[in-house]
C-alpha cells in the first residue's frame, strides 16, 4: 500500500471508515439492546428493510474477509522478511513470482543445515 500518500489514508480512515463502523457498531448495539437473545446473529438481523439487503450486506462482508485475509498475510511475509533480515528467524529461501513485484506472490522454503552453509559460504 506504500503507492498511496499517508495523507490520503489518514483522511480516508479517519472522514469515512472510522465513522462507518462506529455507526454499525452502534447500530448492532441498540439492536441487541432490543433484542438481547438474537446475539448470535446480530450483524445480519440487524440490517434495516429486511431481506432485501441481506445479499448486498452479505456480499460486502465476504469481501472484508478477503481484504483482512490478504492483509494478515502480507503482514505475515513482512513480519517474517524483517526477522530474517534482524536473524531473528530461521534463514529461507524466498520464491517471488513476480519480477517486478516483489511482495506480490511468493513462496518460503525453510533453508536446511547444509543450504544454509552453503548460503554463508557463497557471499
Same mark, same amino acid.
Given at each position: 500500500?506504500?503507492?498511496?500518500?499517508?495523507?490520503?489514508?489518514?483522511?480516508?480512515?479517519?472522514?469515512?471508515?472510522?465513522?462507518?463502523?462506529? /455507526?454499525?457498531?452502534?447500530?448492532? !448495539?441498540?439492536?441487541?439492546?432490543?433484542?438481547?437473545?438474537?446475539?448470535?446473529?446480530?450483524?445480519?438481523?440487524?440490517?434495516?428493510?429486511?431481506?432485501?439487503?441481506?445479499?448486498?450486506?452479505?456480499?460486502?462482508?465476504?469481501?472484508?474477509?478477503?481484504?483482512? !485475509?490478504?492483509?494478515?498475510? !502480507?503482514?505475515?511475509?513482512? /513480519?517474517?522478511?524483517?526477522?530474517?533480515?534482524? +536473524?531473528?528467524?530461521?534463514?529461507?529461501?524466498?520464491?517471488?513470482?513476480?519480477?517486478?513485484?516483489?511482495?506480490?506472490?511468493? +513462496? /518460503?522454503?525453510?533453508?536446511?543445515?547444509?543450504?544454509?552453509?552453503?548460503?554463508?559460504?557463497? +557471499?
Amino acid at each position: 500500500m506504500h503507492q498511496y500518500l499517508t495523507l490520503v489514508l489518514q483522511i480516508a480512515f479517519i472522514g469515512i471508515l472510522y465513522p462507518s463502523v462506529m /455507526i454499525s457498531y452502534f447500530g448492532q !448495539s441498540a439492536w441487541l439492546i432490543k433484542n438481547p437473545s438474537g446475539y448470535a446473529t446480530s450483524f445480519f438481523a440487524s440490517i434495516p428493510w429486511g431481506d432485501a439487503f441481506f445479499y448486498f450486506y452479505f456480499v460486502v462482508a465476504v469481501l472484508a474477509a478477503c481484504v483482512a !485475509s490478504q492483509t494478515m498475510i !502480507s503482514a505475515a511475509y513482512s /513480519i517474517v522478511r524483517q526477522s530474517m533480515a534482524l +536473524r531473528c528467524f530461521p534463514r529461507m529461501k524466498v520464491i517471488h513470482t513476480s519480477t517486478k513485484v516483489s511482495s506480490f506472490c511468493c +513462496r /518460503i522454503e525453510v533453508l536446511s543445515q547444509n543450504e544454509k552453509s552453503h548460503a554463508q559460504t557463497s +557471499r
